[in-house]
T-cell receptor, first 115, second 109 residues
Framework: GAVVSQHPSWVICKSGTSVKIECRSL??????MFWYRQFPKQSLMLMATSNEGSKATYEQGVEKDKFLINHASLTLSTLTVTSAHPEDSSFYICSARDTGRETQYFGPGTRLLVL | GIQVEQSPPDLILQEGANSTLRCNFS?????LQWFHQNPWGQLINLFY???GTKQNGRLSATTVATERYSLLYISSSQTTDSGVYFC???????????FGKGTTLSVSS
């Protein structure tokens, strides 16, 4: 149980295009999901908190117009990187909190390379 | 915000050795989780342990909440234990986990 999936696992795109990443909780409902970013050899940095049916809360320094988050259902949150640039290349990981519990479960991550 | 410090940053072991990884945190927590990040980047849940002691096979963890630290023990290490171990905490219900910088473990045969 407690499986979180992400799609796609890899994406390569040209500079200026937009990329959508999906995060799904497969066997539990997640009122809250979180999006993290990880650069090589570094730790995970929280980008935003996504609550079902409401606007996401972004961490300081994260551009909300660039990283659009939509949490339309209790099992799906999406992160759209708009007008991607090479500096947006990174490993993006989502997590989901099982409603009513504190344990958080992480997806396998999405590697984004912007050329 | 809450600070999380992990030590040591790097650890090199021979197969079969035991090790202890430490996580210090700056405030009281209601969530503490240990993860192993494999070479493909997947974070594997090891323990949810905001307090107390748990064991799972060769791994065990202890959190002393009053003293704001947690320990992860790995016994009889294997090459497959290699990777980065993260400690992550949250100090409010339902909030995101804040990660330490991790301990990179290398186990050689």
């Amino acid at each position: 149980g407690a499986v979180v999936s992400q799609h796609p696992s890899w994406v390569i795109c040209k500079s200026g295009t937009s990329v959508k990443i999906e995060c799904r909780s497969l066997d539990f409902q997640a009122t809250t999901m979180f999006w993290y970013r990880q650069f090589p050899k570094q730790s995970l940095m929280l980008m935003a908190t996504s609550n079902e049916g409401s606007k996401a809360t972004y961490e300081q320094g994260v551009e909300k117009d660039k990283f659009l988050i939509n949490h339309a259902s209790l099992t799906l949150s999406t992160l759209t990187v708009t007008s991607a640039h090479p500096e947006d290349s990174s490993f993006y990981i989502c997590s989901a909190r099982d409603t009513g519990r504190e344990t958080q479960y992480f997806g396998p991550g999405t590697r984004l390379l912007v050329l | 915000g809450i600070q999380v410090e992990q030590s040591p940053p790097d650890l090199i072991l021979q197969e079969g050795a035991n090790s202890t990884l430490r996580c210090n945190f700056s405030d009281s927590v209601n969530n503490l989780q240990w993860f192993h990040q494999n070479p493909w980047g997947q974070l594997i849940n090891l323990f949810y342990i905001p307090s107390g002691t748990k064991q799972n096979g060769r791994l065990s963890a202890t959190t002393v909440a009053t003293e704001r630290y947690s320990l992860l023990y790995i016994s009889s290490s294997q090459t497959t234990d290699s990777g980065v171990y993260f400690c992550a905490v949250a100090n409010q219900a339902g909030t995101a986990l804040i990660f330490g910088k991790g301990t990179t473990l290398s186990v050689s045969s």
